[in-house]
């Protein structure tokens, strides 16, 4: 039996009626951008969340750009970003022309490491982006307290851990400035490109939907250099559908979790330690091997998926190497990146693939 990485093909089936519906009713009133769907979309999502404020936007690299313009994060400045984290966590620092500063991650959790945040700190910081990596929540006591004494501002990149929650409140609406991914693959995913940024502030979610409209709040009347970031009127429109659906697919995905890590028992492979107050939403199931090569073609032989996140971390990026790091800088996450493998994670994988992921790995 072959068990895929991913199939978005499942879950569309399964919303084929109410997204054509949706789909349909924004060609009816012809609202393609920003407008009435995405208006609904962002109070649903605001209540849903319980953030006073959310604020769509056409993707969540975009919202993390975003998050640096309203907290008035520029050239000069400095923003600590995990090591171990996709890229787009770097690029909104990147954008404003800030400067990322990289930090190792806990060699368990795989989250950012306070202890190593704080080393990071110069009088150019000014703000912490704490990653929820692969669904689960970082340190936010830890880091949200070092915030607090060094005076920087803590935003959230919640790209991959939407609905997910840290001492029983969910995470995304409690730093300043949160972001938020709707990439199809994300465990709440538009039919395209999306994001939003969420905010307690009423004037930071004012700003940003300036921001995100050429920097106009009334229509041809420019205050500052603005971006189009609007989010379509299909993405708002297909979210609102599947806002509906997301409690029960992060329940089916921590279904799956709690067993591969009841049932896989196997001293070779290595899983994320949960983070103490934390419930992840796995948006992967992610473990380490010593022998990453003889763990995939073990996989590929049996026909069970696999992928990595992430196989270079961002302070070794190409992109990056003018800022000088070097190999060896954070062993924990260089370790993490050449080490990792994927399972199969889904909410649509069946129970006879979850027993198939179960049996295989066991075996390994
Ligand atoms: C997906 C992701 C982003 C970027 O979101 P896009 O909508 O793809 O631009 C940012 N940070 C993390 C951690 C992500 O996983």
């Not at 800030?98 to 110069?122: G, H, M, Y």
């Not at 930071?204 to 500052?224: M, P, Q």
């Not at 297909?238 to 997301?246: D, S």
């Not at 380490?288 to 990595?308: C, H, M, P, R, V």
């Amino acid at each position: 039996m072959q068990v895929p990485f991913f199939d978005l093909k499942r879950q569309y089936e399964t919303l084929k009626e109410p997204i054509h519906k949706a789909l349909d009713a924004v060609m009816e009133k012809t609202a393609f951008s920003g407008g009435p769907f995405v208006d609904e979309f962002e109070k649903n999502l605001a209540a849903w969340s319980g953030s006073a404020h959310a604020v769509a936007l056409n993707n969540g690299t975009n919202a993390l750009h975003i998050a640096m313009l309203v907290l008035d994060i520029g050239p000069g400045d400095e923003v600590i970003i995990p090591a171990n984290t996709f890229i787009a966590s770097a690029w909104g620092a990147s954008y404003a022309g800030a400067t990322p500063v990289f930090a190792d991650c806990d060699p368990d959790t795989w989250n950012l490491s306070v202890e190593a945040a704080e080393k990071a700190i110069t009088p150019r910081t000014k703000a912490i982006i704490g990653v929820h990596l692969y669904g689960q929540p970082c340190n936010m006591n830890g880091l949200t307290a070092l915030c607090k004494k060094h005076n920087l501002h803590f935003i959230e990149d919640n790209a991959q851990a939407i609905g997910a929650t840290y001492n029983g409140r969910m995470v995304g609406n409690t730093g300043v400035v949160s972001c938020t991914s709707f990439y199809p693959g994300k465990n709440l995913g538009s039919y395209g490109e999306g994001g939003a940024l969420f905010t307690a502030s009423e004037d930071i979610a004012n700003h940003a939907k300036s921001l995100r409209s050429h920097g106009a709040t009334v229509r041809y009347y420019h205050d500052e250099v603005g971006y189009n970031m609007r989010m379509e009127g299909f993405q708002g429109a297909v979210l609102n559908v599947k806002l509906g659906y997301i409690d029960g697919w992060n329940a089916r995905r921590l279904d799956i979790a709690r067993r591969y890590r009841q049932e896989i028992q196997n001293p070779k492979l290595k899983m994320q330690a949960p983070e103490p107050g934390a419930e992840s939403v796995y948006h992967l199931f992610v473990v380490t091997t010593a022998d990453k090569q003889a763990l995939t073609n073990y996989l590929e032989s049996e026909g069970i998926g696999y992928a990595f996140h992430y196989p270079v971390p961002c302070h070794l990026q190409k992109a990056y190497t003018h800022l000088g790091y070097n190999e060896g800088d954070f062993p924990n996450a260089e370790y993490l990146a050449t080490h990792c493998v994927s399972l199969p994670m889904f909410p649509e994988m069946t129970d006879a693939e979850v027993n198939r992921v179960i049996e295989v790995l066991q075996k390994f």
